[in-house]
T-cell receptor
């Protein structure tokens, strides 16, 4: 069964600094996608970035990058130049590509607080 | 392009009542998934619908049900509400149905249900 682990319940970062949110996963499917979502207090889940298991290069989207280490089964999110508006819950998720019944599974989340 | 629309945004119901939540996916997305989010359990998968058929179901009691219409809009129903059903219910749509790839989800803003 697929499993997502986020070991940091809460993180603090100074405005304009970079921060790394950790995520490890477990799957036996060779084809899978890894995703990061941001959830502000309003509740909406906002898609940030994704990485496919066969992608050779790390994904980047603006200030977000995904540090994908396949052998270690980790998919850490790096946010550069943090802004106050980055304060939110961040969820790592995975969806397997081959198996049936492969709903997207989520980690427990990391609450990021950006300090001015 | 319109996003995923969930209605209503907020709902207060009394224990024992039933409730119906609605979700309109992104145009062209035929897969709709539902999640329950609570502080204690995190994001838990409820079910997935594709082409009016339930493709996948999470570990929830039979009081939780859903359906999908020919225009891909989906509804979920909870009967005999319990206090523990208080949660944020999130709907997500995808181009990709489970078992045919790992396409990402686009989420709606959620329906916050309070059972009193």
């Amino acid at each position: 069964a697929q499993k997502i682990t986020q070991t940091q319940p809460g993180m603090f970062v100074q405005e304009k600094e970079a921060v790394t949110l950790d995520c490890t996963y477990d799957t036996s499917d060779p084809s899978y996608g890894l995703f990061w979502y941001k959830q502000p207090s309003s509740g909406e889940m906002i898609f940030l970035i994704y990485q496919g298991s066969y992608d050779q290069q790390n994904a980047t989207e603006g200030r977000y990058s995904l540090n994908f280490q396949k052998a270690r089964k980790s998919a850490n999110l790096v946010i550069s130049a943090s802004q106050l508006g980055d304060s939110a819950m961040y969820f790592c998720a995975m969806r397997e590509g081959t198996y049936n019944n492969n709903d997207m599974r989520f980690g427990a989340g990391t609450r990021l607080t950006v300090k001015p | 392009k319109a996003g995923v629309t969930q209605t209503p945004r907020y709902l207060i119901k009394t224990r024992g009542q039933q409730v119906t939540l609605s979700c309109s996916p992104i145009s062209g997305h035929r897969s709709v998934s539902w999640y329950q989010q609570t502080p204690g359990q995190g994001l838990q998968f409820l079910f997935e619908y594709f082409s009016e058929t339930q493709r996948n179901k999470g570990n929830f009691p039979g009081r939780f049900s859903g359906r999908q219409f020919s225009n891909s809009r989906s509804e979920m129903n909870v009967s005999t509400l319990e206090l523990g059903d208080s949660a944020l219910y999130l709907c997500a749509s995808s181009l990709v149905v489970s078992g045919q790839g790992w396409g990402g989800y686009t989420f709606g803003s959620g329906t916050r249900l309070t059972v009193v």
